[in-house]
Nanobody, 120 residues
Framework: QVQLVESGGGLVQPGGSLRLSCAASGSIFSINAMGWYRRAPGKQRELVAT???????NYADSVKGRFAISRDNAKNTVDLQMNSLKPEDTAVYYC??????????????WGQGTQVTVSS
């Protein structure tokens, strides 16, 4: 079983910055992609950014140039640096990871979510 724990959410003013972190733990053999998704009130969950083990990244158009995703493969962590935040970035942010367990079974796990609120 693989668990993901997020941290770093909170309240920030428009134009401000926040950094989200996510740590994966458990019976991990390897992790392929890690990423961040978000769900705003009344909307479906959407992709924010993903990163592969080799460091290739993918971003939603709405966050390109403002957000940066990074990971530490040795620590099984993934971070999301969010700059120039806008009220429309307000959402619950979820960490995601997929890979293989030590029993060589594929997994796809989600964190519990962390609230990000952008408001003056």
């Amino acid at each position: 079983q693989v668990q993901l724990v997020e941290s770093g959410g909170g309240l920030v003013q428009p134009g401000g910055s926040l950094r989200l972190s996510c740590a994966a733990s458990g019976s991990i053999f390897s992790i392929n992609a890690m990423g961040w998704y978000r769900r705003a009130p009344g909307k479906q969950r959407e992709l924010v950014a993903t990163i592969t083990g080799g460091g290739s990244t993918n971003y939603a158009d709405s966050v390109k140039g403002r957000f940066a995703i990074s990971r530490d493969n040795a620590k099984n962590t993934v971070d999301l640096q969010m700059n120039s935040l806008k009220p429309e970035d307000t959402a619950v942010y979820y960490c995601n990871a997929d890979g293989v367990t030590t029993q060589f079974i594929g997994f796809g796990s989600w964190g519990q979510g962390t609230q990000v609120t952008v408001s003056s």
